[in-house]
């Protein structure tokens, strides 16, 4: 049975590398915020900046919640996970830009690819934690 829960995790966890492409469950105070930015670059990072704080706050209670879950080599393996997943995530949100982007395009991109694949780790941790929000 442990060995099943770990292999889910391990399934888990590549599913949530997928790169970004547009976030998908953003908190409605960050969709309103890019509504009103009006597409002005320095409003749009401004929105995404708040939301990234607010994810972060939220993947680290979870990560905690799942950690407190876990026996000794359990909480090893979660923690070399989510290390592998944030070098991950950060690399591929570092080259998600396009690079024939003009301007400030690709920091939109880039900050796009952070709230997505951070999102999907979010839910990937709740499973893992036992769906506690």
Known sequence: MNAALWAFGGMVLLATM?????????????DKCIDRSEGVTSAMRDCAGVESSRQDRELNAIYKQAMASRDTAGREQLRTQERAWLKTRDARCELSAQP???????????????????????????ALAGGRP
């Open 18 to 30: 997928g790169a970004g492409g547009g976030a998908e469950a953003n908190s409605p105070a960050y």
């Open 100 to 126: 024939d982007a003009e301007g400030t395009l690709g920091l939109i991109e880039a900050d796009d690819c952070w709230i997505d694949l951070t999102d999907k780790r979010i839910t990937a941790l709740r």
